[in-house]
Structures are given as structure tokens and as C-alpha cells.
């Protein structure tokens, strides 16, 4: 039997990842709070963005594309915080790949179904963080960055090991 998602553990991990507010100049996404930025919500007052708020931002623009309820525990964690750090197109495709389903970029039965499929969880986990780690390193920002985005991909990867309960 699968273990399901829980949007609360996942938010909580991305929340932690990406902190309070932040305005770093080589950041394209300008003023950042809780990681929702005002290049992305133009019309929203960042500065003063609750952390609910955020959560339902997070739940609506990127838990709910991914389909995060319906992925198992561990591989949740990892799509939807591709979805956040890298974008929600970006996150199916990966995990479309890391899959071995079609890619299309939408996330279907067909991808839910291999990505739940029994046994598989271990290898479809590495393979998706290899792809996001690949994307990482062909940034140009990898030099201002990328640092915090292997770390940030090393602790996504220990946690979603540790609940998904496999190895």
C-alpha cells in the first residue's frame, strides 16, 4: 500500500527552505517573502504576506498542479518543491522522465500511475533529484546560488528518503 501525501509536512519543508523575506540583487524575482515574489505576484503586498497566506498560495500555484494528494509520501515532497524552486512545468516533465512515462508536461493518470507504481520510488527520487541538479548546474546563476540550491536539494532529497521509507 502507498503512503499518501500531506501538503502540511511539505509546506512546511519549503517554508523552512525558503525563509522569511529576502531581497538579494541578483535575484530576478525581487522582493521574496516566505518565497513567493513580487515578480511572480505582482499585485500582492509582499511585505506584508502572511505565512497562511503564503501556505495558500503554495496549496493553489503549485500542491495543486502537481497533484501532490495523489503522489506517494516522499515524491511528493520532491515535485513540489521542484514546483516551487524551479516551476510546476519543470516538475512534471522531471518527474515525468525519472518515470519513464510519456512527457507531455501534464500531470495525467498515466504519470501519477508510474509514479506510484510499486518498487519504484527509490530509483524515480533519484532520478528526478539528478534532473534538477542537472538544471542547477546549467544556470547561469550557478555561481551566486548554487551552493544553497545543492543544499537545498541534498535536504529535500534526506527527507523525502526518510518519509517515503525507502532507501
Known amino acids: 500500500m502507498t503512503i499518501m501525501s500531506d501538503f502540511d509536512r511539505c509546506v512546511e519543508f519549503v517554508l523552512a527552505e525558503e ?50 494528494d495523489e503522489l506517494p509520501a516522499g515524491i511528493d515532497l ?34 501519477l500511475r508510474a509514479a506510484n507504481k510499486t518498487g519504484a520510488t527509490d530509483r524515480i527520487a533519484v532520478d528526478f533529484c539528478a534532473l534538477r541538479a542537472a538544471r542547477y548546474a546549467r544556470s547561469p546563476k550557478i555561481d551566486v546560488f548554487g551552493k544553497g540550491w545543492f543544499r537545498r536539494l541534498f535536504r529535500a532529497f534526506g527527507e523525502a528518503q526518510r518519509v517515503g521509507g525507502w532507501s
Open 19 to 68: 525563509g522569511g523575506t529576502a531581497n538579494h540583487p541578483a535575484d530576478p524575482g525581487g522582493l521574496t517573502r516566505y518565497g513567493i515574489s513580487k515578480r511572480a505576484y505582482p499585485n500582492a503586498d509582499i511585505a506584508s504576506l502572511t505565512r497562511d497566506a503564503a501556505k495558500a498560495i503554495y496549496r493553489r500555484d503549485y500542491w495543486n498542479p502537481v497533484r501532490g
Open 78 to 111: 520532491l515535485v513540489f518543491d521542484c514546483a516551487v524552486n524551479q516551476g510546476t512545468g519543470v516538475a512534471i516533465r522531471f518527474l515525468q522522465i525519472a518515470s519513464d512515462t510519456t512527457v507531455d508536461g501534464e500531470m495525467g493518470p498515466d504519470t
